[in-house]
């Protein structure tokens, strides 16, 4: 059982890079079935998180600039579960082309990955719900997938900032009863709430 802080952080770091995809039909037979994915606009901190949760400072490559995961990442956790890294939406400073076909990528991952067990769809709390963070949920809720909300970078808003946008976020949420299960709170630098992300992850292997 790896509930004790400890014991989640040894079980995450035996991790390792399986590969990076520029289509889901290039993604191989894997030996792990089990899946969950980290999905948000760009530059939320959706690599960063990964590295966060496996304790592994380089295993997913992060930037200050938008963009820079352009292709599905997989990672493996303990030969249970992986991790996936995908590349963000809503950057407007890519060509229009490129961001319709990052948009069919993501798209085309969450309906046809059948494993996929569960989203962590990311928000930064600081700029809060976009319409695009809105359309993907209308898209993952429309292809019956189990999603939660992680409101990402706390430490750069004040505790109320981030109840009002907990309170947004939850009210939303009443349009996904079947779909939406939890709403998460994160900060990479101190490591704020990675633990109940750990817990929630390591749930889906049980
Ligand atoms: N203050 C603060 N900055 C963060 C946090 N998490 C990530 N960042 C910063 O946000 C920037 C983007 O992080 P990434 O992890 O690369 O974001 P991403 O969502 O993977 O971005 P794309 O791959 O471009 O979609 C980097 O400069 C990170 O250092 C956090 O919790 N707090
Ligand atoms: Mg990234």
Redesign the pocket.
């Known amino acids: 059982m790896a509930s004790s802080n400890k014991n989640l952080n040894n079980f995450f770091l035996k991790n390792k890079f399986l590969g990076s995809y520029e289509s889901t039909a290039y993604i191989p037979e894997l030996v792990v079935k089990k899946e969950c994915c980290f999905i ?1 606009r ?8 990964i590295n966060a949760i496996t304790k592994t400072k380089k295993l ?1 490559k ?3 600039t ?4 352009q292709s599905i990442n997989i990672f493996e956790i303990d030969n249970k579960i992986n991790l996936v ?1 995908l ?2 939406y809503g ?1 407007a400073k890519v060509s229009k082309i490129k961001r319709e076909n990052l948009m069919l990528l993501i798209e085309d991952y969450i309906k046809k990955r059948n494993n996929l067990s569960h989203i962590y769809l ?1 928000i930064d709390s600081k700029i809060g719900l976009k319409n695009s963070d809105i359309d993907m949920i209308d898209y993952i809720n429309y292809c019956k997938k189990i999603f939660s909300i992680i409101l ?5 808003v004040s505790k109320n900032h981030i109840n009002l946008q907990n309170k947004s976020v939850i009210s939303l949420m009443k349009n996904y009863k079947k779909t939406f299960k939890n709403i998460y709170f ?4 101190k490591n704020n709430g990675i633990i109940d992300i750990q817990k929630s992850i390591y749930k889906l292997t049980e």
């Open positions: 948000g760009s530059n939320v901190g959706k690599s960063s998180l997913a992060t930037s200050k938008p963009g820079r995961t890294d590349p963000g950057f990311l990402t970078k706390i430490d750069k994160s900060e990479t630098k």
